[in-house]
T-cell receptor, first 113, second 116 residues
Framework: GENVEQHPSTLSVQEGDSAVIKCTYSDSASNYFPWYKQELGKGSQLIID?????GEKKDQRIAVTLNKTAKHFSLHITETQPEDSAVYFCAAGRGGSQGNLIFGKGTKLSVKP | DGGITQSPKYLFRKEGQNVTLSCEQNLNHDAMYWYRQDPGQGLRLIYY???????QKGDIAEGYSVSREKKESFPLTVTSAQKNPTAFYLC???????????????FGPGTRLTVL
């Protein structure tokens, strides 16, 4: 089955710097890769996702890149702000009716003002 | 407003008692999911349902039960057979009118269950 590894487990950056979180997956059949942000006391919110037919996707300060050959994908946050501080989870799964996702263990991002 | 609601936010249970966590969605999604989150671990799938009156076990279904009598509702029961039930439980749903949206899972705010 699918196995997702996420690194680093904790990340601390200065406000304005960039943050990068990386995930690797094992199942070459996985074709859907979402990223979720979890803030204290809240559920997980989808912030960006990418499908296997593209290599990069951007949404304002957030971008995700996918390398299918190497089976890894990364989350990039530019110009970080204190409100970006949260736990971020990556996930990998197959599309279609099942929609099962396997999640990484999370990265706690701290943005220092 | 459209979305997923979970109740209660915090729940305390005595050892040996069953407890049911509520999850409701008004997004007209076909699929619903229950995940468990423990410190230092990713989300693990407990049960999922792709359609009303049907559900499948996830990776850690032992000690849990679910029902899907209505499209909008997917309650999770944590039974006394669950050895270590203290955790944060997240419900999610997916599957709108567009095929490309079927993968995206939207999460509720979660329920934190503590066994005393």
């Amino acid at each position: 089955g699918e196995n997702v590894e996420q690194h680093p487990s904790t990340l601390s950056v200065q406000e304005g710097d960039s943050a990068v979180i990386k995930c690797t997956y094992s199942d070459s059949a996985s074709n859907y890769f979402p990223w979720y942000k979890q803030e204290l006391g809240k559920g997980s919110q989808l912030i960006i996702d990418i499908r296997s037919n593209v290599g990069e996707k951007k949404d304002q300060r957030i971008a995700v890149t996918l390398n299918k050959t190497a089976k890894h994908f990364s989350l990039h946050i530019t110009e970080t702000q204190p409100e970006d501080s949260a736990v971020y989870f990556c996930a990998a799964g197959r599309g279609g009716s099942q929609g099962n996702l396997i999640f990484g263990k999370g990265t706690k991002l701290s943005v220092k003002p | 407003d459209g979305g997923i609601t979970q109740s209660p936010k915090y729940l305390f249970r005595k050892e040996g008692q069953n407890v049911t966590l509520s999850c409701e969605q008004n997004l007209n999604h076909d699929a619903m999911y229950w995940y468990r989150q423990d410190p230092g671990q990713g989300l693990r799938l407990i049960y999922y349902s792709q359609i009303v009156n049907d559900f499948q076990k996830g990776d850690i279904a032992e000690g849990y039960s679910v029902s899907r009598e209505k499209k909008e509702s997917f309650p999770l029961t944590v039974t006394s057979a669950q050895k270590n039930p203290t955790a944060f439980y997240l419900c999610a749903s997916s599957g709108g009118a567009s095929l490309t949206s079927t993968d995206t899972q939207y999460f509720g705010p979660g329920t934190r269950l503590t066994v005393l």
